[in-house]
């Protein structure tokens, strides 16, 4: 080769360098390209093929180099569509073939590329800023699954969400072991309880077919109290209603004119000769509850239960026949024999057999018999709203003794505005019993309220779920019900009027009536030899024989509202700039050097 071997490899060198130059180029000008891949160049030697001892150091070509696997920068966006793949793999895409009627026709070849500033177009196409529409696996909206595994063009219509009738709501909740009802009184045993006795005939409003129960004997009992003697000595049967100091009299006489009221019959006091309804105001302790007792009939029920007096204490019983209540004109008097105000005991039992409902007439009783359990909006099957108003009810209490379990009753509103015999509030005809450590013995996981209409508005039959131990009886001295969850499933109709990605790499619709729903899932594909894909306009990418098939499900992660930045780094790219132009000028001072020897051996000729 000699002379002019040396010569056409210098031409070589130069072509090398100058290739190398276009790819530095062209890298430095896409420096601020989204998801774009540096080329890098690589130099081969060309040896010719000659005798061991006359061996050239050969010529040059150059080649590319693939930086497909090198990930560029991942960077926050503030549009929800963009979207970075942290890791392996290439978003899978197409690109219009051509436009009919201004829809576009795709020509059914997968495409690859990093590139995912992706945005809604006017058709409902995720488009990157190259014009590649990205592909995806729709999501089953009933199992939450993607329905298949193929990718297709992702379109998402501007179409509404049907509406989702409410079928189920989680309730969790705290009932306080005492609650503090309007109707409460601490000192009278089971004011704090549903008392069927107090409502309408024929309207019990516990769990329907609870039989009736009979009423039961109540009592209450005042504070202990001495009389007038020296030393003083607890009150006694015998002890006299008025007296002089010294005497076995009460501390605070009665007198003549004063009155004592028992259940709206009222005894007056007299100075002697007492009738029907007067005492005398020296008749003693046990002449007066006898009187209380022939008024309440509390001596005649069976067992019999009459008033007594221990160790300065009076207990009043009221019978089966009404609840009691005694008052006095005479406020020291009366507060000699223990009371305060007015002595009160209310039956147990009584009303009729349990209906479930609370009619209209009922209301405001129920209302303070029970306390508030929460309220949430649930929807019909045409997702119109409906508030669904909760309240719980204790029926019984183990404080009562022996016979006696703490049972509430859950109630849901009907009617707000129920009038006469109109049911206002529906039981849910389920008896929720708990045991001494505050749990439901025996446990209820859930509870149908059938056929449920709240203000003429039908909700089929939800079901209420508690989960385990998702409702307690724990003391709370708030006296309430405590709601930690409730929570239900149902939603209006909505227009869908956005999407974006989330981090489990799916698109995401947001809808006008606040719901979020999976659309589809982004498909990433891998290639087990990435650097071999062919590169194409717009930072994509076509399979090769050497990349291999697409794989799909063994990607990198998505991250949403974010974009890769370019891999170049222009400090680099300037770096081998320099070395490339140091290059190309050595191989022009090589061909230099080669004509100047030409033109020597051209000049010995002459």
Known sequence: M?????????????????????????????????????????????????????????????????????QGDVQSASVATFMAINGNGCFAVQKPGGFTDGSPVFDGVDRYTRRGDFQLNKDGYLVNGAGYYLEGVRIDPTTGNPSGSSPQVLRFKNDFLPAQQTTKIDYRANLASYPLTTAHDTSVPGSELLRPGAFSAGHNP???????????????????????????????????????SGTDSIASNFNVGDTITINSTVITFVASGAGANQLNVTDSIGTLLGKIDSITGAA??????????????????????????????????????????????????????????????????FLNESVAGGAVTAYDVSGAPVNLQLRWAKSDSASLGAGHTDTWNMFYQVNPNATGTQVAWQNANVNFTFAANGQMSPAISSVTLNNAVVNGVSLGSPVINFGSGGVTQFADANGNVQVNQIQQDGFPAGQLQSVSVSTNGRIVGNYTNGRNIDLAEISVATFNGTNFLKRIDGGAFEATDESGAALFG?????????????NTDIADEFTKLIVTQQAYSANTKVITTTNSMVQDLLNVVR
């Open 300 to 365: 005649a029920t069976v067992p019999p239960t009459p008033s007594t007096i221990s160790g300065g204490k009076i207990t009043l019983h009221s019978g089966v026949n009404s609840d009691l209540s005694v008052t006095s004109s005479n406020n020291a008097a009366f507060t000699a024999l223990g009371f305060t105000t007015t002595a009160q005991a209310t039956r147990g039992g009584g009303g009729t057999v349990g209906t479930g409902q609370v009619v209209g007439n009922d209301n405001t009783t």
């Open 2 to 70: 000699g002379i002019f071997g040396a010569l056409t490899t210098a031409v070589g060198g130069l072509r090398a360098g100058s290739y190398a130059l276009e790819n530095i180029s062209g890298n430095i000008a896409n420096s601020q390209t989204t998801a774009f891949k540096r080329i890098d160049t690589s130099f081969l030697d060309l040896v010719p093929q000659t005798a061991l001892t006359a061996q050239l150091a050969g010529g040059v070509t150059a080649q590319s180099r693939s930086t497909n696997s090198v």
């Open 554 to 566: 063994k990607a990198g992660t998505i991250v949403g509202s974010s974009l890769e930045s370019s």
């Open 206 to 244: 516990l769990v329907l077919g609870t039989p009736a129960a009979p009423y039961t004997d109540s009592s209450v009992t005042g504070a202990a109290q001495n009389n007038k003697q020296t030393p003083q000595a607890a009150n006694t049967a015998a002890t006299l209603l008025s007296g002089a």
